[in-house]
């Protein structure tokens, strides 16, 4: 395989909805491109994409892909991506390295929920985009249909460069309207024949012609001029238009393709090389401090890597693309996060699990390695003394959430270690051992996302776990003013223990006024700040510690204990064990014995008197409140809502996003669990939504009492 110079390279990433027919679509360019020799199917389980026993089983995408084609002295890196959002950070880590984006929809269904979730994506990350309107030769395809909605829903402007002569099962034909010519496949080969345009199609043809010649000519004032005076432009300038209309996503030009038959991938695949950027053209990638670093082959050499893997026989995989500079087989690079040394042993082009051993790469390129030491997805490797360090991915807030526990308690050491590197491998599921709640909480995309993680632990490493509701991490505060004291006294021979502390506690918010005076159970407490210390607590909020000691009731010393006690308790409330916060404590007054009196004394009668005075300070739960957004078809949209109330969801607003409603909400997180599943149920899963976390609120009081309930019986138990 031949060395590829940055300008004979174009990096692709497909996206679209489940079922649009990507990884088939990919098949036939890898075919056309000559890296395979016989086309494989889906069904059959013979793709270069899909290869894993989990995607034979789905029959559908669920890891991104990595492979290529040569094609017209070009290189294509090519990546599949899952339709599902459930599996999204394969396609944010595409979206990372890949210049252009190829949105394939599918003729029989339009464009879909799944489509539009991925083009807000594209959006996100300023990818420009050309769509391809697949699977014309099915039964049900309707091209006009699904032109109409894509128009619809676009935010960027479709313009034809070819249409179908004949959509359905017959389809073997199109007009391409940049060449004018039309394309004849014959069976399922890739085929074609290069004909001239019939007359029954030369008049719709000629339009679109000239439609595309004024969106080529629009993204240029030379060229404008130039079509006003010569009424038409030639096929390279209109490239030149496309490539900087495309280039400003200020266009997407629309294919048609059946990518089962293999018809259109080769004309898709010229005009990628003609029209889209690639690496010289595309924006440059950026540093943490906002350098650009040009993808210049003669420069220091920098490498980011996009994707992890762990492989049987293989250990460790990781895919880059090459930033800058040249990378060569041998070469040894720095770890800009570790500072280690890193030597690139061998370099593979990627062709799904195929690898084709190569001796160097140039900026733009991407690839494969193994066997790195200690760099993981995110990172960058650079020449020595370069420093060059490249934005991270950051990666979507997770929606789903469980606790999992292996079911033999023997094997949580090792549970442990398959959930770290099912990180390595996908960023997007979290885990972490919460102290507070006691459990090990597992967060992904959706709850297929982790159920697929549930099979490769069960399956690939003969690990049984089980997943269950987490609990949720409910804090606790109080509403209003309360006072207590508390005296620890303990004599059993010899030295004693004796401590008494006096203290006052309210509510606190931000910017309130320093402590005067109080007036509570019908005495008043006068206030004179001799110390004040804030804390801001790790699990949210704040506790302010004020002493007022005067005439030395209690020595300064001892302040530390009493501020400790009130801490241990502030860690397990004494409504629910939960956290509490938002707090203000006044110890003003108490007692010690000069003989008596030590830490541990203080720390019981601190912690006790704060116990006394929580109870009695309109104590209250609180829980954590999460902003939902719902995009859902307008027709799903009473029983979403319905849904969303019956979990206490609080309705913000509602609003049409381009053939889809959305729905904003505030919702508790408790009622959160599992409605992934439910959505997908009550809109056949044409609806999606995204999470994040807004607020700590009250519960409601009956909700509170069940709370309550709750804990005392765990108390019983235990």
Known sequence: MKTYQTNEIKNVVLL??????????????????????????????????????????????????????????????????????????????????????????????????????????????????????????????????????????????????????????????????????????????????????????????????????????????????????????????????????????????????????????????????????????????????????????????????????????LGEVSYFRVISGKLTEGMELINSKTGNKEKISQIFAVAGKNRIKVPEMMAGDIGCTVKLKGTKTNQTLSAPNSGIVIEPMVFPEPKYRVAVKAVNSGDDEKLGELLIRANFEDPTILVEYSKELKQTILQGQGEHHLNILKWQLANINKMDVEYFAPKIPYRETITKIAAADYRHKKQSGGAGQFGEVHLVIEPYYEGMPEPVKYKTDGKDITVNIKGKEEVDLEWGGKLVFYSSIVGGAIDARFLPAIMKGIMEKMEQGPLTGSYARDIRVIVYDGKMHPVDSNELSFKLAGRNAFKEAFRKAGPKIMEPIYSVEVLVPSDKMGDVMSDLQNRRAMIEGMSSDRGFEKLTARVPLAEMYRYSTTLSSLTNGRATYTMKFASYEQVPSDVQEKLLKAYADTDKDE
């Open 16 to 313: 679209g909805a489940s079922g649009s027919g990507k990884t088939t679509l990919a098949e036939a360019m890898a075919f056309d491109g000559k890296v395979i020799d016989r086309r494989g199917t889906v069904e059959a389980d013979t793709t270069l994409s899909d290869y894993t026993d989990i995607e034979h089983i789905y029959k559908r995408s669920i890891y991104s892909t990595i492979l290529f084609a040569e094609y017209n002295g070009c290189k294509l890196n090519i990546i599949d991506t899952p339709g599902s959002d459930d599996f999204c950070g394969g396609l944010f880590s595409a979206f990372k390295v890949a210049d252009v984006g190829v949105m394939v929809l599918n003729a029989q269904n339009g464009f879909e929920v799944g489509t539009e979730i991925q083009a807000r994506y594209a959006r996100k990350h300023e990818k420009p985009i050309i769509a391809v309107i697949n699977q014309l030769d099915s039964e049900k395809a309707s091209w006009e249909n699904t032109l109409d909605s894509f128009r619809t829903a676009s935010q960027v402007k479709p313009v034809l460069v070819q249409y179908p002569v004949n959509p359905g099962p017959g389809f073997d034909a199109f007009i391409d309207v940049l060449m004018m010519k039309m394309y004849k496949f014959k069976g399922d080969t890739g085929q074609r024949e290069e004909l001239e345009i019939p007359d029954s199609e030369k008049e719709r043809a000629e339009e679109l012609h000239n439609i595309l010649v004024e969106a080529a000519a629009e993204n240029d004032e030379a060229l404008m001029e130039l079509y006003f005076d010569k009424g038409h432009l030639t096929q390279d300038e209109m490239r030149s238009g496309l490539k900087l209309g495309l280039a400003k996503r200020d266009l997407i030009p629309v294919f048609c393709a059946s990518g089962k038959r293999d018809i259109g991938s080769k004309r898709l695949m010229e005009f990628i090389i003609n029209v889209a950027p690639g690496p010289l053209k595309a924006p440059n990638f950026k540093t943490v401090d906002g350098k650009e670093i040009p993808a210049d082959s003669s420069a220091p050499t920098s490498i980011f890597i996009f994707k992890s893997t762990m492989e049987p026989h």
